[in-house]
């Protein structure tokens, strides 16, 4: 009887309690524009959620060049969302100079994706590229932050240009 019992209450759990949420994040330095991907690698959905790149820890001290007439260096591009629009409810306004970008999701299903687009560049001058190429490792240092109701993960991108962020528990 008390293995019955035992079974019943593990039915009763949630499908997601146990489980965590991963988030990989992935910066790609492309000429014209640069690309920001997230990708669901957790064993659960990831439900409302605030995604929020910060610039401003970036080893290169970059920027977001969004115009010809600000703070970036000649080429530049605006935000373009190019993968998983589906799943961003809103985006911040960026103007150039910006060191953040904030987007709200209805949420991300296991697997699923979000990128976009935008041009971004150094003010430090760390590589031999210019400021218009941002390597590796010059966005080492820059955050992913992403937030939902019940948790809060933060990630740091590498020298590889990626970032990961754990949660503790499935948000769903």
Do not use: W
Request: charged share 15%.
């Amino acid at each position: 009887m008390k293995y019955i019992l035992t079974a019943a209450c593990l039915a009763a759990l949630p499908a997601s309690a146990g489980l965590s949420g991963t988030l990989d994040a992935n910066f790609i330095e492309s000429a014209p524009k640069d690309r920001f991907s997230f990708t669901n690698t957790g064993a659960c959905d990831i439900g409302p959620a605030t995604l929020i790149v910060l610039l401003e820890q970036s080893v290169g001290g970059l920027i977001f060049d969004t115009t010809g007439d600000g703070a970036g260096v000649e080429v530049f591009q605006p935000y373009e969302t190019v993968a998983g629009a589906e799943s961003v409810l809103s985006v911040t306004s960026v103007t150039d100079g910006d060191t953040s970008i904030t987007l709200n999701l209805n949420g991300l299903a296991a697997g699923q994706s979000v990128a976009f687009t935008i041009d971004v560049d150094d003010t430090l001058r760390h590589s031999s590229l210019g400021q218009i190429r941002v390597t590796d490792s010059e966005i080492a240092g820059a955050t992913v932050v992403l937030e939902t109701a019940s948790v809060k993960g933060i990630g740091v991108f590498d020298n590889t240009s990626r970032a990961q962020v754990r949660l503790t528990d499935c948000t769903s």
